[in-house]
């Protein structure tokens, strides 16, 4: 059985998950849940059928909760060990980062820029912006992770990137005829649907601590939308 191989970021051994080719067979992806990442070796990401994608939805939603962290500074390729070359590419959905093997031996992807890649995801718009900034204030830029105050911010002042997000609509187009979600889904407003996600978590927090005592009320202060919108459309395809 050959070793798995190491993340890019942690250098910890990725799991591997295997999903339906577009060809006969398998793509075997290595995937590092807590980086948030994807590694593909040459053309994997152009191999995948979408129910594959309705799989690797599924897998994500389920590990929604681990424990992340930051990717490092200066990313390894698992084959050859040489830094990965950091890029951008800009699709019709967005601008992503990349990063890429000098030697071509593959490229990692965090999760939101393989969605981004895949055309799943909108930018956000001014009036979504100015929403999220008056009731939610900070978020994760979904390109590089980095907390972004929406008060202040209207594009990452990191990587620069525009805010986008996992798009239902999106998805079940791109998945028609593969997913089990179906026609006409009507989605919350954009708002609305991350803060109540986020305000399910933060009962649940408050029970934990308040031991039969009260706890001021406290405003949404730091939101994922990368995690929020996996789990918005987990709940459109099962």
């Known amino acids: 059985m050959p070793t798995p191989a190491r993340c890019p ?10 999903f339906e080719s577009v060809s006969a067979g398998q793509v075997e992806l290595d995937i ?5 990442g994807i590694w593909f070796e040459p053309q994997e990401n152009l191999k995948l059928r979408p129910a594959a994608l309705v799989a690797l939805f599924g897998l994500l939603h389920e ?12 990313l390894q390729c698992p084959h050859c060990s040489r ?13 992503y980062i990349t990063f890429r093997c000098p030697k071509r031996d593959g490229r990692f992807s965090t999760f939101s820029s393989f969605m981004i890649e895949k055309g799943f995801v909108r930018q956000l718009t001014p009036p979504e912006i100015e929403d999220l900034a008056r009731r939610v204030g900070v978020i994760h830029c979904d390109s590089c992770g980095a907390p972004v105050d929406l008060r202040r911010d ?7 990137c525009a805010f986008s997000l996992l798009d239902p609509k ?3 187009q791109a998945l028609a005829g593969y997913a089990k979600a179906s ?21 649940a927090r408050r029970e934990e601590k308040a031991q039969g005592g009260s706890l001021l009320n406290r405003e949404v202060q730091d939101v994922d939308l990368w995690e929020l919108g996996v789990s918005m459309v987990w709940k459109m395809l099962r």
């Open 183 to 203: 026609a006409g889904v009507k989605m919350p407003e954009l708002a609305d649907a991350l803060v109540m996600l986020e305000r399910d978590r933060e009962k």
């Open 83 to 95: 830094s990965l070359t950091q890029g951008f590419d800009v699709v019709r959905s967005g601008r």
């Open 63 to 74: 590990h929604r909760d681990a424990q992340r962290q930051p990717l490092a500074q200066s």
């Open 9 to 18: 970021s942690c250098r910890t051994p990725m799991a591997v998950h295997a």
């Open 170 to 172: 999106a998805v079940e």
């Open 32 to 36: 590092c849940f807590s980086c948030q």
């Open 154 to 160: 209207t594009s990452c002042p990191h990587c620069r």
